[in-house]
């Protein structure tokens, strides 16, 4: 499996997952040209695309959807509720699938699970193939029982680390914005982000991917150094940029 993170944060997500000849997309929240421009950084293309999961319909997630013609339609994944959103802006080719549903597609096996954040009915993903298991979790508030028994499965997990609380609170957004990021269905702090990695980090877990970091409220320093005083060495933390690709990860 190589997991390209394409993009990540309030400028726009995407992560494209390929296993051999066969590749999928999450999320695309990207212009076309800034999609050729990270393809390229990350060595990669669209070849072999058999679909696009969407977690769920906020713009930064989906605003690349309506910039491309496929020569052969692509199936878009999302809940229901999401697609409610996302046929109100004329997209076709939606599949609805439900929490827990397995998706079987060509080489992958794609799970939604249900995460708490404010948007119609958010997914997180796990993906599996060749082996391998990559979680995908960068847009929730809070950790619930199940989310964390998710999380606990995954080999390489991107969650995200959204800000550092001081900042955020002294920071210059309105207040009702700040309460929107706090709250349980809001965007996880770096020590939130930190202690759930410190209850998941079993001993299948290689490689932590920390997304969705804020520009405003949060550097990459505080987010690295939350989670590397509760990980063991042994787990490769990567750190994502609005402003570039990567990282790059590539499992057997």
Request: net charge neutral; aromatic share 4%.
């Amino acid at each position: 499996m190589k997991v390209s993170v394409l993009a990540s944060g309030s400028r726009g997500n995407s992560v494209l997952v390929r296993s051999g000849d066969k590749a999928i997309l999450i999320d695309l929240g990207i212009s076309a040209r800034r999609l050729k421009e990270r393809l390229d950084g990350a060595g990669e293309s669209l070849r072999g695309l058999e679909g696009i999961f969407i977690s769920h319909e906020h713009t930064d997630h989906i605003s690349g959807l309506g910039n491309f013609h496929w020569e052969e339609p692509v199936p878009i994944f999302c809940s229901s509720g999401t697609g409610e959103e996302l046929r109100g802006i004329g997209m076709n080719n939606l599949v609805m699938i439900k929490a827990g549903e397995r998706v079987e597609l060509n080489g992958f096996s794609v799970q939604g699970f249900r995460v708490p954040h404010d948007a119609k009915e958010p997914l997180g993903f796990i993906i599996e193939s060749g082996g391998v298991r990559l979680v995908v979790a960068t847009d929730l508030g809070s950790v619930n029982t199940l989310v964390r028994e998710r999380l606990k499965s995954a080999q390489v997990l991107i969650i995200e680390s959204n800000h550092d609380l001081k900042m955020l609170k002294e920071g210059a957004y309105p207040w009702e914005l700040k309460q929107r990021i706090m709250s349980r269905y809001g965007h996880l702090s770096n020590s939130v982000c930190a202690g759930v990695l410190s209850e998941v980090c079993g001993s299948g877990l290689i490689e932590v991917v920390l997304g969705h970091l804020s520009e405003n409220n949060n550097t990459p320093e505080l987010a690295y150094r939350a989670s590397r005083e509760v990980l063991p060495s042994r787990i490769k933390i990567h750190l994502t940029s609005q402003r570039a690709c990567g990282p790059v990860i590539k499992l057997e």
